[in-house]
């Protein structure tokens, strides 16, 4: 009897959903790049809050990148999708017959959107600095007996201590400055030597950088190698060593590289700017804060695009300044106080944070540790607020325009395509996967996946989660 009833159970179309999916965890379990990895998965109905799959939801893992959705979902909730941030321009003294007797500061208000290329409706850093320009001359001011001063005191400026040395002088771990213009990134063009492994000359900056000075290593590649090149620097110094490679076959190649000092760079570029445009200073320009109990006026205010849209570049293109420059908005400037506000936030959204470890928001640290449920708890809770549509429309979609790396590709001509949003997240031996997955039958499933120490080609784990995705859209 025992045995007709369970067969009869198997026949529900529910019991035959749930053996399927568990199947298909258990084979990619038993993969040889994963068997030996830390695997963790928690997929939820959104709405419901049902289990329809895990594995190991509740070990601690490193995230990467996909971290990055939990800062993006505090900013706009605590801080609202339309919130804008300011950079303003003040001066001290006074303004005699032309010329102003004192320094002129430019306050850095926490804007990821000054001169951005990545940010649509920002304006060119030029744009802003003609503006700038303009209200100086409406104020009367034609020569500045004194500098300007890039102010960045608004934010603890500092890069997390456990972000690797390869990794600092680099754009993609550029310094979240409250005075932050152009991305805080510049441009290292080298040209490829003749032969295979022949030194890449240094040709030249954009935008110019004063006064910093390389030990160039960097060697030509291959055809077809791609950017295997480093940059070593640490934040204020002005020199820095080139290391690895670009590839051969091209009359010039381009690597990207963090600012050194953000608010002095601010400061030296206005200052050259104001220079060509007949505005000449007699003090070079530094990095500082007013004397205290000056008197500042203000001659102008510019402010940054909507918070949304900072969001939607986070996440679409994964990038770490924006991140972190949120954090910091959430900690009234300091980043430790936003990483207590960010696990406010996730114990608020119900989800676990007994064992939360967070280094820095970006998920660049090896030292994050997140539950997988955490990640999917979380994203039930963003489903049911205001905000969604926002907060989903910054996340990837197979083949999204907007988004770079390998995610783009992940479920490219297959139902996943209309149906998927997630981001990703990778660091040498991490794969995370977190999102949305509308199914077949019409549900809407929150998902997290994060791989640690896996041993498997990173586009074999991205087709082995597309298997999967599809498994769950087609079952549930």
């Not at 026949?11 to 999916?21: N, T, V, Y």
């Not at 006074?94 to 430019?106: E, K």
């Not at 500098?147 to 997390?160: K, L, N, T, Y």
């Amino acid at each position: 009897m025992k045995t007709i009833v369970l067969a009869a159970l198997l026949l529900l179309p529910g019991a035959l959903e749930a053996a399927d999916i568990k199947s298909k965890i258990g084979e990619i379990a038993a993969l040889p790049g994963v068997k030996n990895a830390s695997w963790g998965l928690s997929v939820k109905d959104a709405a419901t809050g049902k289990v329809v799959a895990e594995r190991n939801p509740r070990l601690n893992l490193v995230p990467a990148s996909s971290l990055k959705v939990v800062v993006t979902a505090a900013a706009l909730e605590k801080l609202g999708p339309e919130k804008v941030f300011y950079t303003r321009l003040y001066y001290d003294g006074s303004i005699v017959n032309g010329f102003l007797n004192g320094n002129l500061y430019i306050k850095g208000g926490g804007d990821a959107s000054l001169g951005s290329q990545f940010i649509g409706g920002a304006p060119p850093p030029e744009e802003v600095f003609k503006a700038w320009a303009a209200a100086l001359r409406a104020a009367g001011i034609n020569v500045i007996n004194g500098a300007v001063v890039g102010d960045d005191s608004a934010f603890e400026s500092w890069q997390p201590g456990s972000w690797a040395w390869e990794d600092i002088g680099n754009y993609y771990a550029a310094q979240p400055s409250a005075l932050t213009v152009g991305d805080n990134l510049y441009k290292l063009y080298f040209k490829p030597a003749e032969a295979v492994g022949g030194e890449a000359a240094v040709l030249r900056t954009e935008p110019y950088q004063d006064g910093l000075k390389f030990e160039n290593r960097m060697k030509t590649g291959p055809k077809g190698s791609g950017d295997n090149g480093y940059v070593y620097a640490f934040p204020g110094q002005d020199s820095a060593v080139l290391l690895g490679s670009i590839p051969q076959g091209q009359p010039e190649f381009a690597i990207k590289a963090a600012l050194p000092d953000p608010a002095l760079y601010a400061a030296r570029a206005f200052n050259a700017y104001l220079t060509k445009s007949g505005i000449n200073s007699n003090k070079k320009p530094y990095r500082g804060v007013p004397a205290p109990g000056a008197k500042l006026t203000q001659v102008a205010e510019t402010p940054s695009v909507p918070l949304k849209a900072v969001a939607r570049v986070t996440n679409k293109r994964s990038f770490n300044l924006y991140a972190e420059l949120l954090l910091r908005h959430l900690g009234d400037g300091s980043p430790s106080k936003g990483q207590e506000a960010l696990r406010s936030f996730l114990a608020a959204a119900g989800a676990d944070v007994s064992e939360l470890d967070l280094e820095d928001a970006c998920g660049l640290s090896s030292r994050n540790l997140v539950k997988p449920e955490t990640f999917t708890d979380l994203l039930r809770h963003v489903y049911k607020a205001k905000y969604f549509p926002d907060f989903y429309d910054s996340l990837v979609f197979p083949g999204d325009p907007d988004a770079t790396g390998h995610l783009r590709g992940l479920g490219k001509g297959t139902p996943l395509e209309r149906n998927l949003r997630l981001k990703s997240g990778s660091l040498n031996g991490v794969r995370s996967y977190t999102g949305y997955l509308k199914t077949k039958k019409g549900r809407t499933l929150a998902f997290t996946s994060i791989m640690n120490n896996y041993s498997m080609n990173g586009g074999a784990a991205d087709k082995m989660h597309e298997d999967l995705l599809l498994a769950l859209y087609n079952n549930y």
